[in-house]
C-alpha cells in the first residue's frame, strides 16, 4: 500500500495527491503530520517540503506535480498523448506559480500592510492569473474539465487552488475574485459535484 504523507489539514498539495488516489481507487495509507511533528521530519524528505509518496519496493517520490502526474499516468487521470499532457502540466504549474506568489502575502503581519497587499493582489496578479487560465481553458475543451468531460489531476491541482479562495478562508480577498472567468468557475463546480470528491469529503 502506497503512503501519502502531508499535514493535516484538507487543503493545497496534500489535498490534491489524496483526491487523485481516491479517484484512482488506490487503497493508500493517508499520513497526517501535526506541526510538531514536521521539524522532526523535514530532513528526512528529498527536498525538506511535503508531501510525499512512498511506493514499497521503489522509493520516495516528492513534489506534488511530479506525484499527480504518475499517478495520473498509471491510473488514466492524465492524457496519454505527450502535447496534451504538456498542456495539463503547464496549468498545474500555473498553480504553483499562484501558491508562489500568494504565500509571501499571507505572511504579512502588520495589519495595514496586509490590507493593501491582499487587496493589490486581488486585483492584479489574481485576475491577470484568472484570465491567462481561462483563456487555456477556453483552448483546450468545452469543458466542463480541462480535458472535456472526464476529470484528470490537472482539474483536481486547479480545483483546490480556486477553493483557496472561493472558500472565504483568505481574509480582504472577494471570495468571487474568479468570478468573471465561467470556464475556471465551471470546473471548481463540477469537481466539487464529482461522485468521488464528494464521497471523499464524507467519508
Known amino acids: 500500500m502506497p503512503k501519502l504523507t502531508y499535514f493535516d489539514f484538507p487543503a493545497s498539495r496534500g489535498e490534491e495527491c489524496r483526491l487523485a488516489l481516491y479517484i484512482a481507487g488506490v487503497a493508500f495509507e493517508d499520513e497526517r503530520l501535526k506541526g510538531d511533528d514536521w521539524p522532526a521530519r523535514k530532513e528526512q524528505t528529498p527536498y525538506g517540503s511535503l508531501p510525499t509518496l512512498e511506493v514499497e519496493g521503489r522509493g520516495v517520490l516528492a513534489q506534488s506535480n511530479a506525484i499527480l502526474v504518475y499517478i495520473g499516468r498509471e ?21 504553483e506559480e499562484l501558491r508562489h506568489t500568494v504565500g509571501p502575502v499571507l505572511r504579512i503581519q502588520d495589519p495595514a500592510e496586509k490590507l493593501k497587499a491582499r487587496e493589490e493582489l486581488a486585483g492584479g496578479f489574481l485576475k491577470r492569473w484568472g484570465r491567462n487560465v481561462e483563456r487555456r481553458l477556453q483552448e483546450l475543451s468545452a469543458g466542463p474539465f480541462v480535458a472535456g468531460d472526464a476529470i484528470h489531476v490537472a482539474d483536481l491541482k486547479l480545483y483546490l487552488a480556486a477553493r483557496w479562495f472561493s472558500s472565504g478562508v483568505v481574509d480582504h480577498v472577494p471570495r468571487d475574485v474568479f468570478a468573471e472567468f465561467p470556464r475556471l468557475v465551471g470546473l471548481e463546480r463540477a469537481v466539487a459535484e464529482h461522485p468521488k470528491v464528494v464521497a471523499w469529503r464524507n467519508r
Request: hydrophobic share 45%; glycine share 4%.
Open 75 to 95: 491510473h488514466g487521470l492524465h492524457p496519454r498523448d505527450n502535447w496534451l499532457a504538456a498542456r495539463h502540466e503547464e496549468l498545474m504549474q500555473a498553480v
